[in-house]
Nanobody, 121 residues
């Protein structure tokens, strides 16, 4: 079964940090660009960050630049999203997906079930 599995979400206070993981099962991530998306209650799913298949290219939404860092370890078949200086507006369900960088959610290939991130005091 081909799937992505996100983990690492949770409840954190404003200013705190979390590291999300996106692990692939049943296939190798080596050949795929991977995107992180998020969806807050009542809002559309939006792209947060993306990393090329080699890891040499990354991009970020303006709202997370300087606070989030995407990385990948192809040996572990895993992509990470390090989230620092978290804000309440970062609260959302976070999804990873195989997608060319710059893609919208309608263009993704494989995706996971999501992991909840809640930033609150």
């Amino acid at each position: 079964q081909l799937q992505l599995v996100e983990s690492g979400g949770g409840l954190v206070q404003p200013g705190g940090s979390l590291r999300l993981s996106c692990a692939a099962s049943g296939f190798t991530l080596d050949y795929y660009a991977i995107g992180w998306f998020r969806q807050a209650p009542g809002k559309e799913r939006e792209g947060v960050s993306c990393i090329s298949s080699s890891g040499s290219s990354t991009n970020y939404a303006d709202s997370v630049k300087g606070r989030f860092t995407i990385s990948r370890d192809n040996a572990k078949n895993t992509v990470y999203l390090q989230m620092n200086s978290l804000k309440p507006e970062d609260t959302a369900v976070y999804y990873c997906a195989t997608a060319p960088c710059g893609s919208s959610w309608t263009e993704v290939g494989y995706w996971g079930q999501g992991t909840q991130v809640t930033v609150s005091s």
